[in-house]
Nanobody, 115 residues
Framework: QVQLVESGGGLAQSGGSLSLSCAAS????????MGWYRQAPGKQRETVAL???????NYADAVKGRFTISRDNAKNTVYLQMNSLKPEDTAVYYC?????????WGQGTQVTVSS
């Protein structure tokens, strides 16, 4: 059974930082492409950051230079370091794993940024 468990969300002030973690189980993590997505109220889910199995990263324009995605294959964990947070970063953040044509999602963690 595949599980993606996010942690680290919460409340931050504008300009502050938060760090998210996503622990994966039930997959061969080192082969998975991992990603962080977010969904704000009334909006569609959008891509935040992606990291391939080989460590290549991609970011949405809205978070470039502020967010950093990384992975630790020894811990089966992907991270999202979020700096210089803005109120518009407020959303539920979801972890995603893509491996062997299968797609898995975590349950989401709330990030709220106050102005």
């Amino acid at each position: 059974q595949v599980q993606l468990v996010e942690s680290g969300g919460g409340l931050a002030q504008s300009g502050g930082s938060l760090s998210l973690s996503c622990a994966a189980s039930g997959i061969t993590f080192r082969f998975a492409a991992m990603g962080w997505y977010r969904q704000a109220p009334g909006k569609q889910r959008e891509t935040v950051a992606l990291i391939s199995s080989s460590g290549v990263t991609n970011y949405a324009d809205a978070v470039k230079g502020r967010f950093t995605i990384s992975r630790d294959n020894a811990k089966n964990t992907v991270y999202l370091q979020m700096n210089s947070l803005k109120p518009e970063d407020t959303a539920v953040y979801y972890c995603n794993a893509q491996i062997f044509n299968s797609n898995y999602w975590g349950q989401g963690t709330q990030v709220t940024v106050s102005s």
